[in-house]
């Protein structure tokens, strides 16, 4: 905001005194720098430097800005400039500013705005010099005591705080009492708000609404049917609408660059059969390769739906490819938040462990981060969750299943029901409800008909297509199949629910609020707010690659008024916390006497292991509770990195012979500093061991394997696999080949660098179509990245060679591979490449590897061979 405009803000909530300069400056408390802006204001022919402070950076209104701390310019203020000190920052322009024994210190960029800000000060100092008579500083008193000195000779009344000392941060004040109206207008609305919530039955009443949740597999399928029968069964018209599908488009187009017509072509029949008895409008479309979720509301009702966000989450290997995942929906109706999750979990019978850790990946990483303040699922009053969710029928013989089936003998068979068996168990779906099945399983059938599958597998029916709910005043009034649908191997589920939302009466809601601001001016400067937290040093044991750990926060209210906190980024830090750390919640808001669990996580992914190993960063960061209203709390978070083969470079891996945990940490770093001048063979391995032994593996036990490198591994034999490379064994490799395919996927992502240098990726792009251009590159990579690029593919043409037991094509691993060897560098959390963009990008870089799995190159280094 340039320097008039943030003037003029400044004035305008100061009436009756003079802004006569002000100015952006960081404020110094130690190593922290945190924004300030100073103004110096004067009234009565005598002036005051104040220090003023934002909710929002910058300012946009008057209402963002409060009051820190006053200093009088009389006889003992005193001000330095320190022009000598040069930092390694650059900036060299420091601002001392005492009076008695209490000093601040701030920093400003050189600047025209700092030289103007500073001539208004020196004219500030030299008219209490020039006066004869004593100046005039009464009018301060209606601002908070700012420091404490004698105050004869300035007229100010002398008060003396328990937070006012002697010390560099004697300045920093408490706000004055939110009754007076001084605090940020946040604060004061977190205390209306908390007011308000108070006397809720008071103007808030509940209404009935009708949610249709409808989810259908179509099996790549387009829509040659009517969905009136589906989606307009019921005589009344449904207030919402929430409608999923799964395998929407099962083309190697739609799975690798999440592209498809279908979507057009669903989206247009599910507005053909929509309900005729009401006008609906879209609230939001989301999909995620084959998953589409896309809610509706009456036209009539659009004005009561707000803070509309989605997000999507990939399951699929590397928790990223989206041909398993969830899509996911929020908004705010009336009052009431509500959440739709559209899923599509893991498939086969035996697989029900992958589908709980889909379920907890969804539910867990689910985001709506374009929301204010971010939510997740479990932030939600009312929570619908459906989906092919692919829990089947096991220990009971198929025959026998279709005998009850046609018998209408559900619940002798549901008894065996995977996903019943695990919400019993507690380790899927906590607190959520579903209704009674009464209707035939959903899945499988011939395609056309409502016969049971009579393919080889012969499959015994299941209900993998289900409804579930989660929140109070939610009445389930249907819950059922549609099996006239027989197009899909699946049949169609819908459920319709009698919804309860608070609404507010205006009316009513008017007269409370008069009155409770009328309570909230009589309250008095004691009511600031209080907060406690349980200690300010979180320290977490060893934490190793992949593995998170947690730990709670207690921040515990004990004032007499809310308090809203935030943990805030560190002054030139581009977020609040490091990129191994995780805050939930990161803001809210703390009702008196009571307390908010704060979950601290350490995760260390393939984005911060290489520092870590490297020694470029360390365990250790200082997290700023901000508590608006009050002083910043600084809390550290320490711990012990154990090293990994993941996170670190291929040429310091394959100058590496022993187990890497068996280096110190001094050797490793000297190795990382040193790796350029690994350009030959003398003294280390062609390819890390770590890459042979898992590409070894493969070759041994994983040619034939079904959808390798598509199916993803379980986390837990990942850990093995990770402590297995780290610390050398003699046992065999852990795990699944699935495991081991996506380990070896993670170890190449987490490499610092991707196997071509992202300083090849524009050349590599232009010349995607000529494959003799993409051979000289691949020639011009150094050693190690030319063996393993070639070893790796020549992997991947022996997978190819077996495609017809292993069920892979030479596009799909071009994909594949092709984000592995081109891996985009990374950007900041809150930028994303427009889809288009990704598609394209993806494209030319699947080109440039299908070059390599369909062409020989005897002119490169000859293929590497497993033995």
């Given at each position: 905001?340039?320097?008039?405009?943030?003037?003029?803000?400044?004035?305008?909530?100061?009436?009756?005194?003079?802004?006569?300069?002000?100015?952006?400056?960081?404020?110094?408390?130690?190593?922290?720098?945190?924004?300030?802006?100073?103004?110096?204001?004067?009234?009565?022919?005598?002036?005051?430097?104040?220090?003023?402070?934002?909710?929002?950076?910058?300012?946009?209104?008057?209402?963002?800005?409060?009051?820190?701390?006053?200093?009088?310019?009389?006889?003992?203020?005193?001000?330095?400039?320190?022009?000598?000190?040069?930092?390694?920052?650059?900036?060299?322009?420091?601002?001392?500013?005492?009076?008695?024994?209490?000093?601040?210190?701030f920093e400003m960029m050189p600047s025209s705005k700092s030289n103007a800000f500073v001539g208004e000060l020196y004219k500030a100092v030299d008219n209490?010099?020039?006066?004869?008579?004593?100046?005039?500083?009464?009018?301060?008193?209606?601002?908070?005591?700012?420091?404490?000195?004698?105050c004869s000779d300035n007229g100010l009344k002398e008060e003396v705080h328990d937070s006012v000392v002697d010390s560099p941060d004697s300045l920093t004040l408490p706000r004055e009492s939110i009754a007076k109206g001084s605090t940020p207008i946040a604060a004061r609305e977190s205390v209306i708000r908390y007011m308000m919530s108070r006397k809720e039955d008071q103007y808030m009443y509940k209404q009935s609404f009708r949610i249709f949740v409808g989810t259908w597999n179509v099996n790549g399928q387009s829509p040659t049917v009517d969905l009136t029968e589906w989606l307009s069964c019921d005589v009344d018209p449904p207030d919402i609408y929430a409608i999923g599908f799964q395998e929407l488009d099962l083309s190697t187009e739609a799975f690798l660059f999440n592209d498809t017509p279908r979507e057009n072509e669903w989206y247009n029949a599910v507005v053909s059969g929509l309900h005729n008895g009401a006008k609906y409008t879209r609230v939001k479309l989301v999909r995620l390769v084959g998953m589409m979720l896309v809610v509706f509301v009456q036209q009539k009702l659009r004005q009561y739906v707000t803070g509309v966000a989605c997000d999507t989450v990939g399951t699929g290997i590397m928790g990223k490819m989206g041909n398993k995942g969830g899509v996911g929906v929020r908004l705010d109706f009336h009052s009431t938040s509500i959440c739709f999750v559209n899923a599509h979990l893991a498939a086969h019978v035996e697989e029900y462990e992958r589908r709980n850790q889909d379920y907890r990946d969804i539910y867990s990483r689910m985001c709506f981060s374009s929301h204010h303040p971010p939510k997740t699922i479990k932030d939600h009053d009312h929570i619908y969750w459906?989906?092919?969710?692919n829990y089947r029928i096991t220990d009971i013989d198929p025959k026998y299943v279709k005998d009850c089936v046609e018998r209408d003998s559900f619940q002798k068979v549901l008894e065996y029901d995977q996903l019943i068996k695990q919400c019993r168990a507690q380790t899927v779906f906590v607190g959520f409800k579903e209704g009674n099945i009464m209707f035939k399983p959903t899945y499988k059938y011939d395609t056309g008909t409502d016969n049971w599958d009579s393919s080889e597998k012969h499959r015994a029916p299941a209900w993998c297509d289900r409804i579930l709910w989660k929140g109070e005043s939610i009445e389930q009034i249907e819950y059922r199949s549609h099996p006239f649908l027989k197009i899909s191997d699946h049949k169609p589920v819908s459920s319709l629910f009698d919804a309860k939302v608070r609404i507010i009466d205006a009316v009513k809601y008017r007269k409370i609020h008069e009155e409770v601001m009328k309570k909230l001016d009589k309250l008095e400067n004691e009511f600031l707010p209080q907060v406690t937290v349980e200690t300010t040093e979180i320290t977490f044991d060893t934490v190793q690659f992949l593995v998170p750990q947690s730990k709670n926060l207690i921040i515990a209210n004990t004032g007499q008024v809310p308090v809203k906190f935030e943990f805030i980024k560190k002054l030139d830090d581009p977020y609040y916390c490091k990129d191994w750390l995780n805050i939930e919640p990161y803001l809210g808001d703390v009702i008196p006497g009571e307390k908010c669990e704060v979950k601290v996580e350490v995760r260390v992914d393939k984005k911060s292991a290489y520092k870590l190993n490297s020694g470029q960063d360390q365990l250790y960061d200082i997290l700023v509770l901000h508590l608006e209203g009050g002083k910043d709390i600084f809390i550290t978070v320490s711990g012990n990195y154990e090293r990994s083969c993941f996170g670190t470079s291929l040429e310091t891996l394959a100058s590496i012979k022993e187990p890497i945990r068996e280096i110190s940490l001094g050797s490793i770093i000297d190795k990382e500093k040193k790796k350029d001048s690994f350009s030959s063979a003398e003294g280390t391995y062609a390819v890390p061991k770590e890459v042979w032994f898992l590409v070894d593996h493969l070759y041994r036990h994983g040619t034939k394997a079904?959808?390798?490198?598509?199916?993803?591994?379980?986390?837990?034999?990942?850990?093995?696999?990770?402590?297995?490379?780290?610390?050398?064994?003699?046992?065999?490799?852990?795990?699944?080949?699935?495991s081991v395919a996506e380990a070896l996927l993670l170890l190449l992502e987490s490499c610092p660098e991707p196997v071509i240098p992202y300083e090849m990726h524009a050349a590599c792009l232009n010349c995607a179509s000529n494959y003799i251009q993409c051979k000289q590159i691949i020639q011009g990579l150094t050693y190690h990245r030319k063996n393993v690029f070639i070893y790796l593919c020549s992997f991947l043409r022996e997978l190819l060679s077996h495609s017809d037991d292993n069920g892979l094509d030479t596009k799909t691993l071009a994909a594949l591979f092709g984000g592995i060897f081109l891996r985009d560098k990374p950007v900041p959390r809150d930028i994303s490449r427009p889809r288009s963009s990704q598609q394209q990008l993806d494209r030319k870089k699947s080109i440039f590897i299908y070059h390599f799995l369909v062409n020989d190159y005897p002119d490169l280094m000859p293929p590497l061979v497993s033995s």
């Open positions: 905001m340039g320097s008039v405009d943030l003037l003029s803000l400044v004035q305008t909530g100061f009436t009756g005194e003079t802004v006569l300069a002000c100015l952006e400056v960081s404020k110094m408390q130690g190593w922290v720098r945190t924004t300030r802006y100073l103004a110096i204001i004067s009234k009565s022919g005598s002036s005051a430097f104040f220090v003023l402070t934002s909710t929002r950076v910058p300012p946009i209104s008057p209402a963002d800005v409060s009051v820190e701390g006053i200093v009088p310019i009389d006889s003992n203020f005193k001000f330095e400039l320190d022009t000598e000190t040069q930092h390694e920052d650059g900036h060299d322009l420091y601002l001392s500013v005492s009076s008695n024994k209490s000093k601040l210190l209490v010099v020039r006066k004869s008579g004593p100046l005039e500083y009464n009018w301060l008193n209606r601002y908070p005591p700012v420091i404490r000195h004698d459906l989906g092919d969710l079904k959808h390798l490198f598509v199916q993803p591994g379980l986390h837990s034999e990942i850990y093995d696999i990770r402590d297995w490379l780290d610390n050398g064994s003699q046992e065999s490799l852990p795990g699944s080949v699935y």
